[in-house]
């Protein structure tokens, strides 16, 4: 005989198992939607990403400093065919040495860096090593860029089709270096530069160059970073110690002034900033102006406390660093100028701007500077870190240009996972 007291028990399990159902009916719809959410992304191919190394897997950027043997960045140097580099250092050895010499540079600090990545597979970056500024043309004997674009289109083409690392990103992880007047637009002069643009195939890369100004213009319209001019390393050591050197001229320029008087190009060199300060200060005896060449001009430099940086056809010019290494105080007279590594080379400390309307009260300004602060600016000037900073070593060393332009790159390649990761999020967050 079936006992009574169990019956109710039996007849009350349906009623409490449903009552569990819904008392829990809220945490299995989230898991349930949980997971055919996992599935639906799994299933979804997503597009390449633009620098390759997991947002997820990536380490917080870690605080550097001068003493750090390198940046975590990880890059692969192609090797090219000779055509595209060894085969203009051959050619010429200016091709290493010229203020446009940074590709070169850089190029051979990279292959001797003990965090390059060995193999392709391995890297967050690609060097592409071509050189374009090592053309040096009869007539003038300076740096021609009429085969640039060619000469990079012939890399890229080589790239896409002998490589697999170029077309999954589009080359948005590739680094090529420009470090010439107009930087990615590859033509010394501005107007023509702009018309030209960046070449299409190189929309996506990232750029070293020497060009740089504050606000839009379309030749750093492109990921970039910039660059010091290249001067040699030993510049800094050929000379007796600028805190002990004799400092007997007040203002020292030497280079060209003006284009021919006809001025056939209708073009004015300097945007007649030079001309300007020929013509107020060819006859003041403080100021030393000189149009010709002069081999050792770098010892006039030495004896000088102001060096004039006026721009020339683009705002950037060798002198920039040539005064930091020779104790001379720049004056920078180009307008919305932007300079490499201003984290580390804190310019406001070292050097001085004048804005390219002001030249007739350049005497004046630099007065005042004698009067008040000149013996500060001279000593940040003789900071060996923002010396170091300035100056392409090969091999590289810690805290140089090349260490810094690693550093940029760092900073890059974190900046652009932060944007990938929060992209994809709010691209699959669900609608409410």
Known sequence: MRDPNKLPRRSQAPSSLAGKLRKHSAWLLLLWFALSLYLFLSATPHAAPPLQRSAFLRPKPRALSAHTAGPPVRIYVYDLPARFNRDWLAADARCGRHLFAAEVAVHQALLSYAGRAARPEDADLFFVPVYVSCNFSTPNGFPSLSHARGLLADAVHLLRNDMPYWNRSAGADHVFVASHDFGACFHPM???????????????????????????????????????????????????????????????????????????????????????????????????????????????????????????????????????????????????????????????????????????SLEMVLDHVVATNLTVIQKNLWDPVKRNALVFNRPMEAGDATWQVLRELEVLLDRSQRRRYVGSWRRWRPER
């Not at 060819?282 to 010709?292: A, E, H, I, Q, V």
């Not at 721009?311 to 950037?316: E, F």
């Open 190 to 360: 501005e107007d023509v530069a702009i018309a030209d643009g960046i070449p299409d195939f190189l929309k996506r890369s990232i750029l070293l160059q020497t060009f740089g100004v504050n606000g839009h213009h379309i030749c750093q319209d492109v990921e970039h970073v910039v660059i010091p001019p290249h001067v040699p390393p030993e510049v800094a050591h050929e000379l007796p110690e600028p805190d002990k050197s004799r400092r007997d001229i007040f203002a020292f320029f030497r280079g060209k002034m003006e284009l021919h008087p006809k001025n056939i190009s209708g073009r004015f060199y300097s945007k007649k900033v030079r001309t300007e300060l020929l013509q107020h200060y060819g006859r003041n005896k403080k100021f030393y102006l000189k149009r010709k060449r002069f081999d050792n001009y770098r010892s006039e430099m030495a004896r000088s406390l102001f060096c004039l940086c006026p721009l020339g056809w683009a705002p950037w010019s060798p002198r920039l660093v040539e005064s930091v290494l020779l104790g001379c105080i720049p004056v920078i007279i180009a307008d919305n100028i932007r300079l490499p590594f201003p984290s580390v080379v804190r310019w406001p400390d070292i050097s001085l701007q004048v804005a390219e309307k002001d030249i007739a």
